[in-house]
């Protein structure tokens, strides 16, 4: 049990002082005499002294209010104090015992012969007020999650201090109870005891709050906490301290989900940032039948050495069916799209270095073919492993295979045109492959483009290819040719400006396809409130 400290105090320091009924009694009838009035008075007292005595206090208290409000009299004050006293209402029967004691003459007399005197009947209802003043009342306080401090006190000091769950014992009072744990918000609740009642308090004690905000990008995305829908794009609130599960979710995005620890009453808050990267594209199936078809022309090409073409047939059907299985067995399910096409474009580039450089130095395509498909086997094999290792993107892939693409047209049709002898003819053409190789590692490396960036582009070249052939078809139509030769080499020089002015023309119009490449990314911040508080900020920042 705690007891309350200054329990021995008196007065009404902390207590507030109830207002009386007979403070409020309506005024006799003027009309009424004297006599009347006595006998109204004595008619309510003879009332409230019978129900007194047959234990109806709260009747007893009407009729000798009604009595005093008659024809006031000290004595009856003291009736009222008794019967609130009976019906503990210690407040009231401490109100009207001090007020008898006001209101006794100095000169008062004994009513009778075995009544107490005047004088010592107030020293006995003095002594009687302060008993009655130091009635215990009790209060109780439990709390979710328990052992919380409880603090009961008032501009006199503090009256006690316990623990939830503990008996509290003070004296009656308006006070201003707090609760506190740690961890947890604290409660601050005015109360007001009454003199020798019991009292039950319970409080459910809310986690201390942190501030978290989280935004994410795209601002389409969903937001949870806690599996629980927060929001579109960005969320703010103030939140129970300790760590959750934040996710978010976009169509055609990966899914991110991170545990956040927010720690109450932190300055800022908690701010996450979540960037959702687009869902890779997947390769695998385009990566099986390009590995059923460079197996078929690989293994035919490798057994043409032998000079068999039923042979050779053969071995490509069985070539083709070991791709197939193979690679249906061996690629995962999940192959990046980026790395399936960089094989591809590496496996004709291999075939085609190959065949072009086995041709510089002879004709015979024994020879030729075997080096070719040795060299196809190759190139797949190397840009798997590229591919994978260093986990190029889609746009990469594609930038180096158009590079590659036009840096071997650009070749062919510099050797159509000059129309050499074999062996510079394939050295033309290995040297436009190796410069769009080189050119598209080096493009690659320093733009980021999307694939149908690429693509737009690889229609350029293509149109002006065309249109090429289609200037050269108006300057030198077929009915004045003459010389074959001479009217090749002039298509050939047609169709490569044409190419030049289609590609450069391709990107001059696409430049704006893909987002620009300002490092700009979102960002969060803090800025202060008309009343000196912070809130959170959202934006972009970087650098020009």
């Not at 190789?437 to 693509?455: N, Q, Y």
Request: hydrophobic letters at 40%; glycine letters at 12%.
């Amino acid at each position: 049990m705690v007891r309350a400290q200054g329990s021995d105090s008196t007065g009404y320091v902390g207590r507030t002082k109830p207002r009386l009924e007979i403070d409020d009694c309506r005024p006799n009838d003027p009309a009424l005499t004297q006599d009347q009035l006595r006998q109204r008075a004595s008619e309510h007292f003879q009332r409230g002294e019978t129900l007194y005595a047959q234990g109806d206090y709260e009747g007893a208290v009407t009729e000798l209010i009604a009595a005093y409000c008659a024809l006031p009299y000290y004595a009856v004050l003291k009736d009222i104090g008794q019967a609130y006293e009976r019906r503990l209402e210690y407040e009231m029967a401490i109100g009207y015992l001090e007020r008898y004691i006001e209101q006794i003459p100095p000169d008062a007399k004994r009513a009778n012969a075995c009544a107490a005197d005047p004088i010592d009947d107030k020293a006995n209802v003095d002594r009687r007020i302060r008993v009655l003043e130091n009635l215990p009342s009790r209060v109780y306080v439990q709390t979710t999650p328990p052992g919380a401090s409880v603090v009961i006190g008032n501009d006199s000091g503090i009256a006690a201090r316990a623990k939830s769950g503990d008996q509290i014992t003070i004296n009656g009072g308006t006070y201003e109870m707090t609760i506190e744990l740690a961890g947890h918000e604290s409660v601050t609740q005015q109360i007001d005891v009454k003199i020798g009642k019991p009292y039950t308090y319970y409080f459910k004690l809310e986690p201390l709050r942190g501030q978290l905000s989280v935004l994410v990008t795209p601002p389409d995305a969903r937001l949870f906490v806690d599996d629980r829908f927060v929001g579109i794009g960005r969320y703010e609130d103030k939140v129970p301290g300790g760590t959750y599960t934040v996710s978010a979710e976009a169509p055609g995005r990966v899914r991110v989900e991170r545990k956040v620890e927010v720690l109450p009453n932190e300055p800022q808050g908690r701010r996450e940032l979540i960037e959702l990267d687009p869902l890779p594209q997947v390769g695998r199936r385009q990566l099986i039948v390009a590995s059923a078809i460079g197996g078929g022309v690989a293994t035919g090409g490798l057994l043409y050495a032998f000079r068999e073409t039923s042979l050779a047939g053969l071995g490509g059907l069985l070539g083709g069916a070991t791709g197939l299985i193979g690679s249906y067995v061996l690629v995962p399910r999940d192959q990046p799209l980026g790395t399936s096409n960089l094989t591809i474009t590496t496996t004709i580039t291999g075939g085609i270095a190959g065949y072009f450089a086995a041709s510089a130095f002879t004709d015979r395509q024994e020879i030729i073919q075997p080096i070719a498909s040795a060299s196809l086997l190759v190139g797949g094999a190397a840009g798997y492993y590229l591919g994978n290792k260093l986990d190029i993107s889609t746009g990469d892939a594609a930038i180096f295979t158009s590079s590659v693409l036009w840096g071997t047209t650009a070749g062919g049709l510099f050797a159509f045109s000059f129309d050499p002898p074999r062996g510079i003819g394939s050295g033309l053409v290995l040297s436009g492959l190796g410069i769009g190789s080189v050119g598209g590692i080096l493009l690659a490396r320093s733009f980021d483009i999307s694939r149908t960036h690429a693509v737009l582009i690889d229609i350029g070249g293509v149109a002006g290819i065309i249109g090429g052939l289609a200037v050269k078809s108006l300057a030198y139509p077929s009915t004045d040719v003459t010389d074959e030769r001479a009217d090749n080499q002039r298509r050939a020089n047609y169709a490569l400006g044409g190419m030049a002015i289609g590609l450069v023309t391709a990107g001059i119009l696409t430049r704006n396809v893909d987002e620009p490449k300002i490092p700009l990314k979102p960002s969060l911040g803090t800025a202060p409130t008309a009343d000196g508080k912070a809130i959170a900020t959202y934006g972009v920042e970087g650098r020009f």
